[in-house]
């Protein structure tokens, strides 16, 4: 999973992506490492450390410390984790296996959790240093203070202990931006294992196409322009920032020349924020003959008369895009306004008869569980993406449980009004992980949810939805292969769809026995995966 580097000027730092406690590790497919990572390796790499990416996502506990054990020299500065909360079990393994090991190696987390929870993860013995938000101004003022075993206290944004006292540095006054995010140095990774077979050209195909795609990823914004109230970014300020369509298209042709990129995965929340930017860019694409396929996440609320409309959007169409990934949030208007969403339920259903005309994939993700919201609104939701999905068939609808964000507003509110607990320390974190709400990864059990009615019924609910997500996603009837096992597997995906969406649609939820069996057929999967 490592690559080899030579003429090294300073020590080596390792770089380590989590993986995800509750799934096997991934072997055939491609997932590239999260964007800090790649940013903050390459930012590394280019200033003569001696940058190891070590992948979780590919490795099992064990082997993750056994990788990493086996790249600890006598010259290594620190071991960095980029932390989501979904990650954070497998990171404190591996992390305590190494203290444990190797108890003056430093170990340095980083990435949304420790973001949020800096002081009560430094609190840990199995952590040394957090970095706080953004970094890619300081990260190499980082690695140099502690390779030279200086005092921190002047770098910003840092949480770190000193002689067992938490210690946090003044806020980074200089945000991340394209002065100082370069374009991924993809040498510093096993980009080849990634970029074949990819997760994200996978999902935007339908039918066997992405065999053939080579995706690399495209940092063209950071942030976004809108200020939803839940979201991460209007949490921890982030500003929005754009790089040209001349920049893009130009890195798209160096991929394509480099690597024989034919997929691009725009890494970026709001590709169409700036409308002048999009025209450019398409036009770029046609007049410089760029063949490529790619996927952008964009608002429904574009698709109007005035923007995205049917002639624009065969043009979007034509130029590669294939896929339109939107953060629909919820069927329910007073929702949508209580998330300062700024956008109208009907732009949904405008954004996929527009995209009808096309081939192009709308991908829709909903929320449900906020601190607030109704029964109806959670039952209008789940209705309205059935709806959606049997009126749009290319259509693929996601619901996933709401996840609270400290500093956001729902979630003084699920404090103040619900008396909600979040664990208090990074050890209840881990022991809360194997309580995570798997079927949607990376959310809470709603057992946990104190505001929703009735959580039993909310968790049912869902389990019925993922069963028909589970199979409405990968029915494309014109693509059934002829032989008799392809026939079969359609017809029975075609099954649990008609009868999930019933229950849906019926609000029936008692006797679940198609999704024990999907259960089954998972914990087999899973375990045959194991064994080879």
Not at 5 to 27: A, D, Y
Not at 154 to 179: A, E, M, R
Request: some cysteine; aromatic content about 12%.
């Amino acid at each position: 999973m490592n690559r080899e580097h030579f003429g090294s000027k300073k020590g080596r730092v390792i770089l380590v992506n989590p993986g995800i406690h509750l799934f096997p590790p991934l072997k055939n497919r491609g997932m590239y490492p999260n964007n800090a990572i790649q940013i903050l390796g390459t930012i590394l790499h280019q200033n003569k450390f001696d940058v190891r990416i070590v992948d979780g996502m590919y490795l099992s506990v064990d082997n993750a410390v056994h990788e990493i054990l086996s790249l600890i020299s006598e010259d290594l500065i620190f071991i960095g984790f980029s932390v989501m909360t979904i990650q954070v079990k497998w990171a404190y393994l591996v992390s305590s296996e190494i203290r444990r090991k190797c108890p003056d190696v430093k170990i340095v987390w980083g990435g949304v959790h420790p973001t949020l929870f800096p002081e009560q993860t430094v609190l840990d013995n199995a952590v040394d240093l957090c970095v706080v938000n953004e970094c890619a101004f300081t990260i190499v003022q980082i690695a140099n203070a502690l390779a030279a075993e200086d005092n921190l206290s002047n770098i910003p944004s840092l949480c770190y202990k000193d002689n067992g006292k938490v210690n946090l540095t003044l806020p980074n006054q200089i945000p991340d931006d394209f002065t100082n995010i370069p374009y991924i140095d993809f040498s510093i990774m096993n980009h080849k294992l990634y970029s074949k077979n990819n997760v994200f050209a996978m999902d935007s195909s339908l039918n066997e196409e992405y065999k053939r795609q080579i995706a690399y990823p495209i940092n063209a914004s950071l942030g976004c322009n809108f200020r939803c109230s839940f979201c991460i970014n209007v949490i921890l300020e982030r500003k929005y920032k754009m790089r040209t369509a001349e920049e893009i298209v130009e890195r798209i042709e160096y991929l394509k020349s480099e690597y024989g990129a034919n997929y691009i995965h725009m890494v970026d929340e709001n590709f169409f924020g700036s409308k002048k930017r999009v025209y450019q860019f398409v036009e770029l694409l046609r007049s410089r003959n760029v063949d490529i396929k790619w996927r952008p996440q964009i608002r429904a609320d574009y698709f109007n008369k005035s923007y995205i409309n049917e002639s624009f959007v065969k043009e979007l169409e034509e130029s590669g895009m294939v896929i339109a990934v939107m953060g629909v949030e919820s069927a329910s208007q007073r929702t949508l306004d209580r998330l300062d969403k700024k956008m109208k339920v009907e732009s949904i259903t405008v954004a996929l008869e527009i995209l009808s005309k096309t081939r192009i994939i709308p991908r829709l993700s909903f929320m449900v569980g906020i601190p607030g919201e109704t029964e109806d609104d959670i039952k209008q939701t789940y209705q309205f993406a059935v709806m959606l999905k049997e009126k749009y068939p290319l259509c693929q609808p996601l619901v996933t449980p709401f996840r609270l964000f400290p500093g956001s507003k729902f979630y003084e509110l699920a404090v103040s009004k619900y008396g909600y607990k979040s664990p208090e320390s990074l050890i209840e974190w881990v022991e809360n992980a194997d309580k995570e709400y798997c079927e949607s990864v990376g959310y809470q059990n709603p057992k946990d949810y104190v505001w929703v009615a009735n959580a039993k019924k909310f968790e049912s609910r869902h389990k019925i939805f993922i069963m028909f997500k589970t199979a409405s996603w990968s029915l494309f009837p014109q693509l059934i292969k002829k032989d008799i096992k392809s026939k079969i597997m359609h017809y029975l995906k075609l099954l649990i769809y008609k009868v999930t969406a019933l229950r849906i649609k019926n609000e029936f939820y008692q006797l679940n026995i198609e999704y024990l069996l999907l259960e089954l057929f998972r914990k087999g999967r899973n375990i045959i995966q194991n064994i080879k």
